[in-house]
């Protein structure tokens, strides 16, 4: 069974920085893409930012020019370094793998919260 662990959210002043990091045990499928969503309360998941094998990488609108996505390969892992986060960035960031077939994996979900 597939499982991803989730870790980085947290407390941060407007301003300031996280780095969320999200890991992949290796399964019986290849890995096509992974990244980050984010759902804020009575509100559907968003995309924030997804990076794939080749290293193209898509991001929301909102989130350019201050977030980046980085992927290591090798330990199947996927970073979000979270830059000028501000209020408006609170929500809860979930891990997103897709691998081959289709088949989609969440994380459980960390807590980012921007507020001074």
């Known amino acids: 069974q597939a499982q991803l662990v989730e870790s980085g959210g947290g407390l941060v002043q407007p301003g300031g920085s996280l780095r969320l990091s999200c890991t992949a045990p290796?399964?019986?499928?290849?890995?096509?893409?992974m990244g980050w969503y984010r759902q804020y309360p009575g509100k559907e998941r968003e995309l924030v930012a997804t990076?794939?094998?080749?290293?193209?990488?898509n991001f929301a609108d909102s989130v350019k020019g201050r977030f980046t996505i980085s992927r290591d390969n090798a330990k199947n892992t996927v970073y979000l370094q979270m830059n000028s986060l501000q209020p408006e960035d609170t929500a809860v960031y979930y891990c997103?793998?897709?691998?081959?077939?289709?088949?989609?994996?969440w994380g459980k979900g960390t807590l980012v919260t921007v507020s001074s």
């Open positions: 997103y793998v897709r691998m081959t077939y289709g088949i989609d994996v």
């Open positions: 990076i794939t094998n080749s290293g193209n990488t």
């Open positions: 290796r399964g019986t499928f290849t890995i096509n893409s």
